[in-house]
């Protein structure tokens, strides 16, 4: 069975600065998505990034970044500039096909 | 598009009651996915549908969940009866196919109290 680690249970990082959310997952297969979701005290499950396994080339969004290591199962999530609405809890995720499986979360504080 | 709507936000009820959260997911998606979140265990998949039939439902906890699918715009989870332990939010979310590029939308989640 797949599973998704996340090291970090809390993170903080000063506003404008650059934090990054760590994730690593276990999984036998070769074409498969991973996703990072954040979901702030309204709980409300936002997608923030996705990448497919297939592609070499790191995803991006704007203030949002990965670094995705097949070979090393890492899937890292940057955040530059943080803002102090980047303060909620991090979700990393794997999907293989069907349903996502979860990281237990990174809550990131950003200090003003 | 309003999104994945979840119904009711919030339910508190007393142990052995029957609880029914409702969804109804983005026009024109055909897989629907139930998901709960604890503490204790954190995010889980109970069951989802593709095309309306129930495809995984390992995630069912026991006999007092079960979850419908009657038609395209509508999916019912039901806990009968009730437990304390079965207090948790819980998320339905939908996707254009269950392929794995299909990006799940998430609903607003139900509370559920259970005393």
């Known amino acids: 069975a797949q599973t998704v680690t996340q090291s970090q249970p809390e993170m903080s990082v000063q506003e404008a600065e650059t934090v990054t959310l760590s994730c690593t997952y276990d999984?036998?297969?070769?074409?498969?998505?991973l996703f990072w979701y954040k979901q702030p005290p309204s709980r409300q499950m936002i997608l923030v990034i996705r990448?497919?396994?297939?592609?070499?080339q790191n995803a991006t969004e704007n203030r949002f970044s990965v670094n995705f290591q097949k070979a090393a199962k890492s899937f890292s999530l940057k955040i530059s500039d943080s803002q102090l609405g980047d303060a909620a809890m991090y979700f990393c995720a794997y999907r293989r096909t069907g349903q996502l499986t979860f990281g237990s979360g990174t809550q990131l504080t950003v200090l003003p | 598009d309003a999104g994945v709507i979840q119904s009711p936000r919030h339910e508190v009820t007393e142990m052995g009651q029957e609880v029914t959260l409702r969804c109804k997911p983005i026009?024109?998606?055909?897989?629907l996915f139930w998901y709960r979140q604890t503490m204790m265990r954190g995010l889980e998949l109970l069951i989802y549908?593709?095309?309306?039939?129930?495809?995984?439902d390992s995630g069912m906890p026991e006999d007092r969940f079960s979850a419908k699918m009657p038609n395209a715009s509508f999916s019912t989870l039901k806990i009968q009866p009730s437990e304390p332990r079965d207090s948790a939010v819980y998320f339905c979310?939908?996707?254009?196919?269950?392929?794995?590029?299909?990006?799940?939308?998430f609903g607003p989640g139900t509370r559920l109290t259970v005393l």
């Open positions: 026009s024109g998606h055909n897989s």
């Open positions: 990448q497919e396994a297939y592609k070499q």
């Open positions: 549908f593709n095309n309306n039939v129930p495809i995984d």
């Open positions: 979310a939908s996707s254009l196919r269950s392929g794995t590029s299909g990006e799940q939308f």
């Open positions: 999984t036998s297969e070769s074409d498969y998505y």
